[in-house]
Every structure is written in structure tokens, then in C-alpha cells.
């Protein structure tokens, strides 16, 4: 696999910019901002990366030299010097120029938000399967970059000054040697991808429900509760890669529960595509548990980011049960009961939030629970178990005498993969 461009990285200053001016035509907002570059920090602390200092700037666009303005830039070179940080973190894709001419200009690494989302699949990655699907990911992100990504390119920059010299034909070797390294991988996982659709077909007509969500919303706890097993679970980015599955029977009615990877903002299309296998299991669920956290200030983008990566991978049409996880968690933003102005979303107490959100959902059932103090967990189980029944009689009709009443107890093992 390709080397960890930042393992020994320790500190880092990250960068934002805001292009939203109240015009309505999009953008990133002052807040949005906030909140992007908080998830980027809680990305770095996951590559153990300690962030120093946060930079943002206003701007119509980005720049197409340097991303930032000349003043900014030269503000942040001001501050790294100084201050001895490590790296620079910005929260956008840089196209591989404007990477070069940071890294020029500031004399120090330079690192994006889709860079560092690989670096942290890198460390996680653990099964060949996964390690194959992130060596990917970064092989196809590393090919434009060539030229800044391997130092011994530098010397390209010497000899005859011709297009047709020694250095740019040591770059096109490269670019045939990564090309070749990339055909190579997507063999390697197509052949996989046909392992495991047999090893799906093989599970018989058994319903299949898969868990999907943010990362870090708690699905591997509720996976880990549900199914009575130790799914890897951690206060972190991104602590499950691997698809997980668990054979679960509640009451009399068996089926398949899967944890997958989390979704995130700007996630690089480079791992949706090869991560394409990974979430097979999403899109030939019966059933999906949208796993959200109501506890987090930006629940609502969070939960439109997750509903728009499943229609980007052709799951955007399954049946959903939305579960606002974390409701112990949850705490209002204070309110004055003399102000006149209508509440702010964050100002409602949690039953106002059930109230509006159960309105909403437009035909998908919800529900909120707690996974960490297990409440409304029975409520939640029976609730699946109702509609699991309901997909396993549409194809054996002929049980329904044998699927009856309420979920009164659960039994689970482990599925052999």
C-alpha cells in the first residue's frame, strides 16, 4: 500500500473559505464554515493530527493560484513560521497546481480534506479487501499529482529544457507504472466483488436490513446492541470500514443486519468508486436504519448529506425507518419565553423536535432512541421486526400462520463470511 504521506505529522493550521455573500446563490456560509472546519479538525485529531489555529477568508471564488488571496496566504506563511506547525490543512479539494504553489509558497506540507479522509481509510483499513479498495483510492488520487507527490521527480527540472528530455520521460514511467498499479487493483477487486456476491447469494432469501448514516452516529453501537456482538466501536472517524454482518431472530423471524461505512461531507469520489462492492450491501438491502445524531448541532445537513450519497449509489429509493439516535444527549439552546420571535431549530426542546420531524418524513417511519442507555430500543425492535415480517411474507406467503405478535425476545450469531 502506498505510504502515509502524513503519519508523523503532529500539528497542523487549518484552512476554510467562505464564498456565501447573502445572495442566494449558494455557497459556503460563516457557519457552515465553523461547522466544516470543526469536523475537519475532529478529522485531523482522528489521524492524530493536533490542529494549532484555524484560518478563513472571504472570497467570491477560489483562487485559481493558491486557493486563498496573496494577504491571507502570506498570513499563514507568517503564523507556520512562527509558530512551527507541521502542515497545512485546507477544507477544500486543491486542484494539483494550486497543491504545488502552496507548497512553494508556504515551504511546508500541504494536505486536502479528501487527502486526509484517505490517510485516515489507510490506518483503518485492516481486512485485504478494504486495503485494496483505500490502495486504490489513493492511486487514483496520487496520478495528477505526480509530479509533487514523488520527490525524486525534482530532478526533472535539470538537463536540456526539452519536453523530450530524461525528466518528462521519468514522469510518463511513473504515470504508466501507477496506471498499471491501478489495473491491477481493479482486478484484484472485481475478482473480489464476484466472491462476495456469491457469498450474498448464498444467504438465501433471508430479509436484509443494512445500517447507513454520518459517521460517528453511533451505527456500530446499535449494531453491537441489536445483535448481541462486539462490532468494533469507537468515538472516532470512520471506525468501521469493513462491512459487518450479523444474523439476528427476533421472536421467530430471522434476518440479516450489515454496518457499513459512514458517510461524510465532501467525501472523495475516488472512495465512493472503489468502496462501490463495500456498499453492495446497502444497495441490495430489503431495508434501511438511516442512523442519525440528534445530539449534533448540524443533524439536518448531516442527515441530507446521507440521503444524497444513497441516491448518488442507487439506493436512494429504499424503504427507511430514520433512527434519531443519542436523544439523551440532546440539549436545547436556551429561549427566552417573553421573545416574540419564532424558536430556532436549535431552541426546540425534543419533543417538539419528534413532533416536527414525524411530520415530516413524508411516508418514512421514525424513531428516537438512545443506544448508550438503551431507551426506546424494545419500541425500535418491534417496529423492525413488524416490517421485516411484513418483507419476508411477500415472499413466503404461505408462513404467515408461523410469523405472529409483537417482538418478544431476540437471539444472534455471528453470519460465517
Given amino acids: 500500500m502506498i505510504e502515509e504521506s502524513k503519519a508523523k505529522a503532529e500539528t497542523a493550521v487549518l484552512i476554510g473559505l467562505v464564498t ?7 455557497g459556503q456560509s460563516v457557519a457552515q464554515v465553523k461547522e466544516y472546519l470543526d469536523e475537519l479538525e475532529f478529522l485531523a485529531a482522528t489521524a492524530e493530527i493536533r490542529t494549532l489555529k484555524r484560518f478563513t477568508q472571504r472570497l467570491h471564488q477560489p483562487d485559481g493560484r493558491t486557493y486563498v488571496g496573496s494577504g491571507k496566504l502570506a498570513e499563514v506563511k507568517a503564523w507556520v513560521e512562527a509558530n512551527g506547525a507541521d502542515t497545512v490543512i485546507f477544507d477544500d479539494e486543491l486542484t494539483p497546481s494550486q497543491q504545488r504553489n502552496l507548497e512553494k509558497e508556504l515551504g511546508t506540507p500541504v494536505l486536502d480534506r479528501p487527502r486526509l479522509i484517505l490517510d485516515i481509510f489507510a490506518r483503518r483499513a485492516r481486512t485485504a479487501h478494504a486495503k485494496t479498495q483505500v490502495e486504490l483510492a489513493q492511486y487514483e488520487y496520487m496520478l495528477p499529482r505526480l509530479t509533487k507527490l514523488w520527490t525524486h521527480l525534482e530532478r526533472q527540472r535539470g538537463g536540456t529544457g526539452t519536453r523530450g528530455g530524461a525528466g518528462e520521460k521519468e514522469i510518463e514511467t511513473d504515470r504508466r507504472i501507477v496506471r498499471d498499479r491501478i489495473s491491477l487493483l481493479k482486478a484484484q477487486l472485481r475478482d473480489i ?71 461524510i461531507r465532501k467525501l472523495p469520489h475516488q472512495l465512493i468508486e472503489s468502496f462501490k462492492s463495500t456498499l453492495d450491501e446497502t444497495r441490495e438491502a430489503d431495508l434501511l436504519l438511516h442512523v442519525v445524531d440528534i445530539s449534533h448541532h448540524s443533524f439536518e445537513e448531516q442527515y441530507a448529506t446521507v ?76 417496529l423492525l421486526y413488524q416490517r421485516a415480517k411484513s418483507i419476508h411474507l411477500t415472499r413466503y406467503p404461505y408462513e404467515k400462520d408461523l410469523l405472529f405478535g409483537d417482538w418478544n425476545g431476540e437471539l444472534s450469531e455471528e453470519l460465517p463470511e
Fill in 307 to 382: 440521503k444524497t450519497t444513497l441516491a448518488e449509489i442507487g439506493a436512494g429509493d429504499k424503504p427507511t425507518i430514520v433512527v434519531f439516535n443519542k436523544i439523551d444527549a440532546y440539549r436545547p439552546a436556551p429561549h427566552d419565553p417573553h421573545d416574540l420571535a419564532p424558536k430556532r431549530r436549535e431552541q426546540f426542546t425534543m419533543e417538539e423536535l419528534q413532533r416536527t420531524w414525524m411530520a415530516e418524513m413524508h411516508g418514512e417511519e421514525c424513531i428516537f432512541i438512545s443506544a448508550t442507555s438503551k431507551q426506546n430500543i424494545d419500541t425500535l425492535r418491534n
Fill in 193 to 263: 466483488d464476484k466472491q462476495k456476491a456469491i457469498q450474498r447469494g448464498n444467504r438465501g432469501k433471508l430479509v436484509r436490513v443494512a445500517l447507513v448514516g454520518y459517521t460517528n452516529v453511533g451505527k456500530s453501537t446499535l449494531m453491537n446492541l441489536l445483535s448481541k456482538s462486539d462490532v468494533f466501536a469507537e468515538n472516532k472517524l470512520f471506525a468501521t470500514l469493513d462491512t459487518t454482518v450479523r444474523k439476528i431472530v427476533l421472536g421467530n423471524l430471522p434476518f440479516l443486519i450489515s454496518d457499513t461505512v459512514g458517510f
Fill in 20 to 26: 456565501d455573500f447573502g445572495s442566494g446563490k449558494g
